[in-house]
C-alpha cells in the first residue's frame, strides 16, 4: 500500500516511472488499486473538466486484405458477409451525427484497398464542407504520399495502434505488417500535421504486467493527442479463439488509469471492447481516466458483420438510439457532453 501510495505521488509530481514500478503498480490489488483509480479519476477531472467527448463510429468497411490472427475481419475468414459503403451512405451518416450531438466522426475499416486516397479524400472533403465536423481516419497503414493527399482535404486526425512494443509479439499476430510499418506510418502522420490516436492492446497472449508498462511507457513517448487501449479479446473465427484473459481483469483498467496519470491532457476513450469484457465496461473506465466515448453509428444491417471481437455490444441498435442511450449513460454518470470537434488538448497545452 504504502509502495503504491509513493509511486502515485512520484507520478503526480512528473516523474517518469521505470517499467518495473509500473508493473508494480499494474500488480497492485485492494485499496492500493483503488487509490490508482482515484488518482486518475481526479486528474481526469482537474485537466478535461466532467466533459466527455461524443465521436460516432461508421464502420464503413468490413473488407481487409491482412490476416491478423485475433481480428474476425481477417481476409481468411469467410464465416462473415463482406460489404463497402458507398461515398453517399457515409456522407448521409455524417450529417446525422451531426444533428446527434456529434463533434466528431471516425471513419473506421479493414485495410481496403478499394477507398484509394483520392476517394478518402473526397469523403473527408464532403464532410468538412456539408457538417463542420472533425474527421478522424482510422483505414490502417498508407504511404506518406496518401496521407499527405487526405490531410490536405481536411482530415483532422488518425487513428492506427501500434499494438505492442515486442516485436516478436506483433511478427507472430500480423503476418502482413512489421512493427516498424506502424512507427514510420505514425512519423509521417504526427510530421503531416495530423492529431495522431494510437494505443495497444492489453492482455495479448503471453504478455505480463512488465510487457504492458513497456507498452504504456511506449505510447507516453509517442506523445499521442489520443490513446485507444481496449482489453485482447479473439473472434471465435480466428487462430487465436479462446485464448483466457487476463487472470487479473483490474489490470484492464489499472492500463487506463496509469495512461492517464501519464498522459493528463490526451484523449481517452472508453473503448467499446470494455463492454465486451463486462455489463458497463465502460462506464468503469469512464470513472478511472477516460474522456471520450464512441457510439456507433453503423447501419444495423452492417453491424453483425463488422466483428473484430466476440459479445461486441450495441449491434441490435441503429445510430440515433445509441447515441441517445449514450447520453442518458453519461448524465447518469453525472458526465457533462462536450461540444465543438474536442480537438487535441496536448498541442493546446504545450505551444
Known sequence: MKLTQ??????????????????????AQGK???????????????VMGYVVHLRGIIEFSNV?????????????NKQIERYRMSQDQILDIARHAKRW???????????????TAELLSDIVRQIK????????????????????LIKSAGCDRYLLRFETTSNALFSALHPDESFLQRIRCLNDLRELGYQV??????????????MIANDILFATELKLDMIGCGPF???????????????????????IALLRLLNPYAHIPATTAFDALEQDG?????????????????????????????NKPDVDEEGEECVLRVRQRLLALGREIGTGPGHARRVSVES
Request: charged residues 20%; contains cysteine; neutral net charge.
Open 6 to 27: 509513493d509511486l502515485l505521488i512520484r507520478l503526480q509530481a512528473g516523474e517518469r516511472p521505470t517499467a518495473p514500478e509500473l508493473a508494480t503498480l499494474l500488480n
Open 32 to 46: 492500493a488499486c483503488d487509490l490508482i483509480y482515484q488518482a486518475a479519476n481526479t486528474l481526469y477531472q482537474r
Open 64 to 76: 481487409c486484405k491482412n490476416n491478423c490472427w485475433y481480428c474476425g475481419i481477417r481476409c481468411e
Open 101 to 115: 450531438g456529434c463533434g466528431t466522426v471516425v471513419l473506421q475499416s479493414g485495410v481496403d484497398s478499394f477507398y
Open 129 to 148: 464542407n456539408e457538417t463542420g465536423l472533425a474527421v478522424t481516419l482510422g483505414v490502417g497503414v498508407r504511404t506518406r504520399d496518401e496521407l499527405a
Open 197 to 210: 490516436g494510437s494505443g495497444f492492446m492489453i492482455g495479448l497472449p503471453g504478455s505480463t504486467a512488465e
Open 233 to 255: 479479446l479473439a473472434h471465435p473465427d480466428t487462430p487465436l479463439a479462446g485464448k483466457p484473459l487476463l487472470e487479473d481483469r483490474s489490470m484492464y483498467y489499472k492500463t
Open 282 to 310: 465502460r462506464n468503469l473506465v469512464l470513472t478511472r481516466g477516460a474522456n471520450v466515448f464512441m457510439p456507433n453509428l453503423t447501419p444495423g444491417k452492417y453491424r453483425t458483420q463488422y466483428a473484430l471481437y466476440p
